[in-house]
């Protein structure tokens, strides 16, 4: 069994992930295959990666791969979590992730339905809302937004208290119908940084729609990308990534012929069967990437590249902070002042060639941003604390 140290795992992490800005790509949907999947749950999270990957690139870009030539699509998947997928690949998670939690979703909002007296049956009030709403979107392949079906439809868009507050049914069956396949999250309406999207039929929305692969095909594609963007990795990172079941992670391990390979501190990882061969070294590189990168985000097991800094640059329930990379290693965050300009603050001392090399990327991102603001709803501990910025 060969070793896999880690570092090698941050060479190769540095090359296939186009974060060292020596291994940059040349466009949205390369950045998007070097990660496998953007995350989206927070809009500007899209953009600013393919910015950490892409040199030259414009919000018109990204917008131009988005909602003109389509080659990526937003798609609810994986862990209940909105990501940006490279078209192809959709079949792939239609058939698996999201059918997982298209079935989880639909017990829930059946069992919130009845709870909240909305219907003697949750399930057949979601099949006859899920074919009001078709029937809306029936001819509009500009689709609509969820406010403009909430009020075309007000048998729908029912609110109601639940545990932790108060939902809109017609989001939650909008969801639904996007765990489905039958809708997908079109035009935006709002600034880049923000989301409104328009609902639309994916059949308007990508011509042809193809079949979803079945369960076991589905899982072992998604494995095989996240293996050659992420490998080696572990069992629980797969699990963790796919919100699957270990037998399904087993199963498609065995799909795709995964080799072991050992890692440091003893665990076990997997990498494809023709990319056993030794990673040669990078040089020491600087990257400043959003809160909910795919880099940040694609293990459950990070030390390789966190060391102790975890609970500074994580929330309580696992969602990452702006991170600050230095030599494949987690070493800070980045925040914009009230001008928005961005700072680079650390949690450990770095060499004169560390500072330089930040300096250059807080001015290209500072550039890039040109005076806008991104917030967000998952600040970590180093956001709000770090007081220490780079020279």
Same mark, same amino acid.
């Given at each position: 069994?060969?070793?896999?140290?880690?570092?090698? %795992?941050? *060479?190769?992490?540095?090359? %296939?992930?186009?974060?060292?800005?020596?291994?940059?790509?040349?466009?949205?949907?390369?950045?998007?295959?070097?990660?496998?999947?953007?995350?989206?749950?927070?809009?500007?999270?899209?953009?600013?990666?393919?910015?950490?990957?892409?040199?030259?690139?414009?919000?018109?870009?990204?917008?131009?791969?988005? !909602?003109?030539?389509?080659?990526?699509? #937003?798609?609810?998947?994986?862990?209940?979590?909105?990501?940006?997928?490279? %078209?192809?690949?959709?079949?792939?998670?239609?058939?698996?992730?999201?059918?997982?939690?298209?079935?989880?979703?639909? &017990?829930?909002?059946? #069992?919130?339905?009845?709870?909240?007296?909305?219907?003697?049956?949750?399930?057949? *009030?979601?099949?006859?809302?899920?074919?009001?709403?078709?029937?809306?979107?029936?001819?509009?392949?500009?689709?609509?937004?969820?406010?403009?079906?909430?009020?075309?439809?007000?048998?729908?868009?029912? #609110?109601?208290?639940?545990? &932790?507050?108060?939902?809109? &049914?017609?989001? /939650?069956?909008?969801?639904?119908?996007?765990?489905?396949?039958?809708?997908?999250?079109?035009? &935006?309406?709002?600034?880049? /940084?923000?989301?409104?999207?328009?609902?639309?039929?994916?059949?308007?929305?990508?011509?042809?729609?193809?079949?979803?692969?079945?369960?076991?095909?589905?899982?072992?594609?998604?494995?095989?990308?996240?293996?050659?963007?992420?490998?080696?990795?572990?069992?629980?990172?797969?699990? *963790?990534?796919?919100?699957?079941? @270990?037998?399904?992670?087993?199963?498609?391990?065995?799909?795709?012929?995964?080799?072991?390979?050992?890692?440091?501190?003893?665990?076990?990882?997997?990498?494809?069967?023709?990319?056993?061969?030794?990673?040669?070294?990078?040089?020491?590189?600087?990257?400043?990437?959003?809160?909910?990168?795919?880099?940040? +985000?694609?293990? @459950?097991?990070?030390?390789? !590249?966190?060391?102790?800094?975890?609970?500074?640059?994580?929330?309580?329930?696992?969602?990452?902070?702006?991170?600050?990379?230095?030599?494949?290693?987690?070493?800070?965050? *980045?925040?914009?002042?009230?001008?928005?300009?961005?700072?680079? /603050?650390?949690?450990?001392?770095?060499?004169?060639?560390?500072?330089?090399?930040? %300096?250059?990327?807080?001015?290209?991102?500072?550039?890039?941003?040109?005076?806008?603001?991104?917030?967000?709803?998952?600040?970590?501990?180093? +956001? @709000?604390?770090?007081?220490?910025?780079?020279?």
């Amino acid at each position: 069994m060969r070793h896999i140290p880690d570092d090698e %795992r941050r *060479w190769r992490l540095a090359r %296939r992930h186009a974060v060292a800005p020596a291994y940059r790509v040349d466009g949205p949907e390369a950045a998007t295959r070097a990660v496998t999947v953007l995350h989206a749950t927070e809009p500007a999270t899209v953009y600013l990666s393919v910015l950490a990957r892409v040199d030259g690139v414009t919000v018109a870009d990204v917008d131009r791969a988005l !909602y003109a030539e389509r080659t990526l699509v #937003k798609q609810l998947a994986m862990r209940r979590t909105l990501f940006v997928f490279p %078209r192809d690949l959709l079949p792939a998670a239609w058939g698996s992730a999201s059918v997982r939690v298209a079935e989880a979703e639909r &017990n829930r909002m059946a #069992k919130d339905v009845e709870k909240a007296g909305v219907a003697d049956d949750g399930h057949a *009030w979601l099949d006859r809302s899920r074919a009001a709403i078709l029937a809306e979107l029936a001819g509009r392949p500009e689709g609509m937004t969820a406010i403009e079906i909430r009020d075309g439809l007000p048998e729908v868009a029912v #609110k109601f208290a639940v545990t &932790n507050g108060s939902v809109w &049914n017609h989001s /939650r069956v909008l969801t639904h119908l996007g765990l489905t396949r039958d809708l997908v999250r079109g035009a &935006n309406t709002q600034h880049w /940084r923000l989301s409104r999207p328009r609902w639309t039929r994916t059949e308007d929305w990508l011509g042809e729609v193809p079949e979803p692969l079945g369960a076991e095909e589905g899982y072992a594609e998604l494995v095989r990308r996240w293996l050659r963007s992420f490998g080696p990795g572990t069992e629980t990172d797969l699990v *963790w990534w796919l919100g699957a079941t @270990k037998g399904a992670v087993r199963a498609a391990l065995a799909d795709v012929e995964a080799v072991e390979v050992s890692l440091d501190g003893g665990a076990t990882g997997y990498v494809l069967p023709d990319d056993v061969e030794p990673e040669e070294p990078v040089e020491p590189w600087a990257a400043l990437l959003p809160v909910l990168d795919p880099t940040v +985000m694609g293990w @459950k097991q990070r030390d390789f !590249y966190l060391g102790p800094h975890g609970p500074q640059l994580f929330d309580r329930n696992g969602n990452a902070g702006t991170t600050a990379w230095w030599d494949g290693r987690v070493v800070g965050c *980045w925040v914009q002042d009230d001008a928005g300009v961005v700072e680079v /603050r650390l949690l450990q001392e770095l060499p004169r060639a560390a500072a330089a090399a930040f %300096r250059v990327e807080a001015q290209r991102l500072t550039d890039w941003l040109d005076g806008v603001r991104v917030g967000t709803v998952y600040p970590s501990a180093a +956001m @709000k604390t770090v007081e220490w910025v780079h020279p």
